[in-house]
Structures are given as structure tokens and as C-alpha cells.
């Protein structure tokens, strides 16, 4: 399986149940032998926010083992910033907003 898709697939299933109403988006950058995400938070991420991104990154971290860095950071985005991908990003994640 191609590794964007397994990055991709890992991702979505790390994040069950642990998407909170202040999560706004989840942005993915992956090129082997490296996956990185950012979770932006609408206020600044509390205790159990940034303890969700952790649990999420574990869970990805479990899917690739050492053959693979992981790198999962919340991010504070207040709703007065626009949500924008970084070079090489793509979205995982989006709630709905006006």
C-alpha cells in the first residue's frame, strides 16, 4: 500500500473519538520515512486537548513503528485566522464553520 495511504488511513482511525467541539482541523504532511500533523484548536489547546493529540500520535506511532517518525502538535487558531495549508500539507480533518 502506497504510503500516503497508509498515513492517511493510520490518521483516521488515531482520531476516533477524540475529534472535540474545539477542534477546527487537521492538516497531514507525509513523505517517507516522516508523517507530521498539526490539530488546530479554536481556543488554546487545554490539558485534554493536547493529551488527545498524544494519545492520536501514539496510535499512528503503533501503526508504523520505528521505521517511521511521527510528529502530531496542537496548534492554537483562533476562528479570527483562516484555516491554511502549510507547503505540502493536506487536510484529514475540517468542521464545519460559517
Known sequence: MDFRVRALLSIQR????LVTPNLRGIAIACSYPAISARFLFENR???EDCENVSLAE?????DFGDEVVIEFAPVWLPCSMSRA???GEEWVYLRKEP
Not at 14 to 17: K, L, P, R, S, T
Not at 58 to 62: D, G, K, Q, V
Open 58 to 62: 501514539t496510535y499512528s506511532i503503533a
Open 45 to 47: 489547546p487545554t490539558e
Open 14 to 17: 488515531a482520531i476516533w473519538e
Open 85 to 87: 495549508l502549510e507547503p
